[in-house]
């Protein structure tokens, strides 16, 4: 059973650029949150989405968007980059809406702002 | 007063020895509980999960929850260097739909 698959692995942008991250949950799973982790503030929530519609937002800017098809793949996009958004973005599936059950995290995309 | 609190440590035990890994939350009415290890490098990985008072086993691991002191914890029995990794703490409030994480406690393994 495939688990979480985030691309690219590796991003690095200039300061005011956007970027556009990609995840595939485990097959069956309708729900997709997304983590920003940095050695400072930890693991933050961003955002979780369940059948297409984000059903959660945490406290991030405007820049932060992100989306869900209705493959039940999510993609997330950050708008005119900043320093500070240098960090590891995770997506997590969930099987049914809600955490109950615990995530199961992809391998994280590591996004470097210069 | 954050969410969900673990001691970032280092915590150090030798070979063999139990660590005891420590979280408290806030939402007294948080629902279930998880503990996940993240290598280096790596992304965190669910190891227990828990939903009632008391005490669950799984294999070395045994989590255990007090809602009234609204307090979660992580015995790693016969600790090994593998399991040198950061451990990190995870709430589910009621209302979210969401995990909410404290900052992980390290944990070193010294044979």
């Known amino acids: 059973k495939a688990g979480v698959t985030q691309t690219p692995r590796y991003l690095i942008k200039t300061r005011g650029q956007q970027v556009t991250l990609s995840c595939s949950p485990i097959?069956?799973?309708?729900?997709v949150s997304w983590y920003q982790q940095t050695p400072g503030q930890g693991l933050q929530f961003l955002f979780e989405?369940?059948?297409?519609?984000?059903?959660n937002k945490g406290n991030f800017p405007g820049r932060f968007s992100g989306r869900q098809f209705s493959n039940s793949r999510s993609e997330m996009n950050v708008s005119t980059l900043e320093l500070g958004d240098s960090a590891l973005y995770l997506c997590?599936?969930?099987?049914?809406?809600?955490?109950?059950?615990?995530?199961?995290f992809g391998s994280g995309t590591r996004l470097t702002v210069v | 007063q954050k969410e969900v609190e673990q001691n970032s440590g280092p915590l150090s035990v030798p070979e063999g020895a139990i660590a005891s890994l420590n979280c408290t939350y806030s939402?007294?009415?948080?629902?279930?509980f998880f503990w996940y290890r993240q290598y280096s490098g790596k992304s965190p990985e669910l190891i227990m999960s828990?939903?009632?008072?008391g005490d669950k086993e799984d294999g070395r691991f045994t989590a255990q929850l007090n809602k009234a002191s609204q307090y979660v914890s992580l015995l790693i029995r016969d600790s090994q260097p593998s399991d040198s990794a950061t451990y990190l703490c995870?709430?589910?409030?009621?209302?979210?739909?969401?995990?909410?994480f404290g900052a992980g406690t390290i944990l070193r393994v010294k044979s």
């Open positions: 997590a599936s969930s099987p049914d809406r809600g955490a109950n059950y615990g995530y199961t």
């Open positions: 097959s069956g799973h309708r729900s």
């Open positions: 989405y369940f059948s297409e519609t984000q059903r």
């Open positions: 939402d007294r009415v948080s629902q279930s």
């Open positions: 828990i939903y009632s008072n």
């Open positions: 995870a709430v589910n409030p009621q209302y979210g739909n969401k995990l909410v």
